[in-house]
């Protein structure tokens, strides 16, 4: 045989690859039409997905009800409109008339601009933080900046700003507070209890994680908060009590920092036990070599469930619903059990619905293109 | 062997067992500064595990160990003193993934010596220029080669400016063609005079570099002498059976 030589000729017109091989017909026959099975179920799917994509478009957008007239005699919005549409139409006009308190709850309604600022600001550090240029210690003051500003906001008092006391305050900016603080507080409680359980030689401490993991993680969040709102007061001194969104806010904290830890974990013990023994042999403290080596590695290891917890953590703050806490979805439900709007909860649903969407598909956006950041210098 | 100083490593009768198993007998050792010494033997004869004890990555339950007569105890302080003086190249490299090559060999200096970065940085591209890879500076470990890699991990190990290397089958795994790479660095490392304790099957290696060769066997030194009394003359049958084997093998 002789030596195998491949001459590549150009041939005018051959350069792009003909459309059979490439394009979007040639991705449709591969992927949709490649036997019989799989077009009969493409077709299937296709007439569905146009029948009741057209008639949710039909009642969303073309047959619903955007404004209604003020009734002179109430002084209120007349929902004649949307009643006649019902069934058929969506009434939009339940959002142009509760929007402000669907969002910021029953804050007072003059100073709403306060908490519209606070949440400008809750959006505006997360957008900051995720900039890879911005990590950088100064991350850190512009957190507690941020952080001070928003509290300042929201209670007022000072800089002749009304005060605004805790139980008035509610919607996205109750929904936020939770989350970010609780994201931010159970993190680094995570990373150490995580640590603390593979700890060989403090079998004390490894114990105490072990419990502090297995108790929180074996009861569900609704029953800490319950115990929280309702059990904790009655231990704590007359007068001492703090308020009710703080011990909420402490039960999400607990909550997931467990949750958190044990996907650390996971990224633990997934690092090959020679990057240990490297940082060892270079007589790297334990701290050294935890912050510098191992948690790097491990925390890029696992951003897929670290994310995946985050986003879920993010929808759960909405169980404080249930100890009367105002939150975003709270605000919602008592929105719609204003008379007039009763029979129109759908439209607020789809508008909560939306809101939560936006901030947990950013996310996981967000930490798919981290892990495609990362992966560039991590190359095995 | 130069005697005026203190050896640099003392083993006395150590014992170590992994649960049930016995695989570390009664060894002693002492290792004198400058000197070469070459550990040898089959898989599971514990010479990996003799490395390892050197600087404390494993423990041993019974006898003593000095390093450069500091002896190693539970006393981590200590530990992480007498490890940054003692450098290791493993078989499968160990460098950190997430770093550059440079931050590889810079990591150490600074987070363990306090030096400063720009120092740090200059010794690093010392080393890395002694092991012929300063243009690899800014690349990540797995853009690299096997024998790159480990070439690396030598930098790094050394930009420690440590009193003893420790090696573990360095070029176990690597492909033929990156072991002399490697060698003829280590090579040129013995000759400036570096203590070095070696795992190795490199009889070549050992020939050329080696004050003294260790075999074990199950766990106990079984023969030790030089190179040419060791290869030439070997006592035991199970060093004569070793040694046919390996000599097969290559």
């Known amino acids: ?380 | 062997m130069s005697n005026d100083t203190q050896p640099a490593i003392v083993l006395e009768k150590v014992n170590k067992w992994f649960g049930q198993l016995h695989v570390l007998r009664d060894v002693s050792l002492t290792v004198g500064t400058g000197e070469k010494v070459v550990v040898c033997g089959p898989s599971g004869s514990g010479k990996s595990t003799l490395i390892r004890c050197i600087n404390r990555l494993e423990t041993h339950q019974e006898g003593r160990i000095l390093v450069d007569g500091t002896e190693l105890t539970d006393d981590t302080r200590a530990l992480d003193t007498i490890r940054s003086e003692v450098g290791m190249v493993f078989q499968s490299f160990n460098l950190f993934p997430h770093l550059t090559i440079l931050e590889n060999c810079t990591l150490a200096p600074i987070w363990v010596r306090k030096m400063p970065k720009v120092e740090a940085d200059a010794l690093a591209m010392e080393f890395l220029t002694r092991v012929k890879i300063p243009e690899q500076a800014l690349k990540y470990p797995g853009q690299l080669s096997g024998g790159q890699q480990q070439r690396v991990a030598i930098a790094r190990a050394l930009c420690m400016r440590p009193k003893i290397m420790l090696f573990d089958e360095p070029t176990s795994a690597l492909d033929p063609e990156m072991i002399k790479e490697v060698l003829d660095t280590m090579i040129e490392l013995a000759e400036s005079g570096m203590t070095m304790v070696c795992v190795t099957h490199e009889m070549g290696f050992a020939r050329q570099v080696a004050d003294r060769v260790l075999f074990m066997d199950q766990g106990e030194v079984v023969e030790s002498g030089t190179p040419v009394e060791m290869f030439e003359r070997p006592q035991t049958d199970r060093l004569k059976l070793f040694l046919s084997q390996i000599l097969r093998g290559h």
Request: charged content about 15%; aromatic content about 14%; glycine content about 8%.
């Open chain 1, 1 to 380: 045989m002789s030596t195998a030589t491949t001459t590549h000729i150009s041939v005018p017109g051959r350069e792009q690859p003909p459309m059979l091989v490439a394009g979007p017909v040639a991705w449709a026959r591969a992927n949709l039409f490649n036997s019989i099975g799989s077009s009969l179920v493409t077709l299937a799917l296709a007439y569905f997905l146009l029948k009741y994509a057209a008639s949710f478009i039909d009642w969303a957008f073309i047959k619903s009800v955007w404004t209604v007239p003020m009734d002179p005699a109430t002084g209120k919005l007349d929902p004649t409109a949307c009643r006649a549409a019902k069934g058929t139409g969506a009434c939009w006009a339940v959002i142009w008339d509760k929007y402000r308190f669907i969002l910021f709850g029953r804050y007072p309604f003059e100073e709403q601009w306060r908490a519209a600022i606070v949440v400008v600001l809750f959006i505006g550090l997360f957008v900051t933080s995720a900039m890879r240029r911005f990590w950088r210690r100064e991350l850190a003051l512009i957190w507690v900046a941020t952080l001070t500003a928003i509290f300042v906001l929201m209670w007022g008092g000072v800089f002749g700003l009304r005060y605004v006391p805790q139980d008035e305050w509610g919607g996205l900016p109750i929904t936020l507070i939770l989350s970010t603080f609780g994201l931010a507080c159970a993190f680094p409680i995570a990373v150490l209890v995580a640590l603390g359980r593979r700890s060989t030689n403090l079998p004390a401490v490894k114990l105490l994680c072990v419990i502090y993991i297995e108790v929180i993680r074996g009861v569900p969040l609704i029953s800490l908060l319950f115990m929280a709102s309702v059990m904790f007061p009655l231990f704590m001194p007359e007068g001492l009590n703090p308020d009710k969104l703080l011990r909420a806010q402490v039960a999400i904290i607990l909550f997931a920092a467990v949750y958190l830890a044990e996907v650390i974990r996971g990224g633990l013990q997934a690092l090959p036990k020679g990057q240990y023994e490297a940082a060892d042999a270079l007589g790297l403290s334990y701290w050294k070599k935890m912050g510098l080596i191992i948690l790097p590695q491990a925390l890029r290891l696992v951003i897929p469930p670290l994310v995946n917890t985050f986003i879920g953590f993010f929808k759960d703050t909405s169980l404080v619903l249930i100890i009367g806490i105002f939150d975003l979805l709270t605000s919602g439900k008592v929105a719609v059990a204003d008379p007039i709007w009763q029979a129109f909860s759908t439209e607020v649903y789809i508008m909560l619905g939306l809101i939560y969407f936006c901030f947990c598909f950013s996310m996981s956006r967000y930490s798919r293109g981290l892990e495609r950041e990362f992966s560039k210098s991590v190359r095995r």
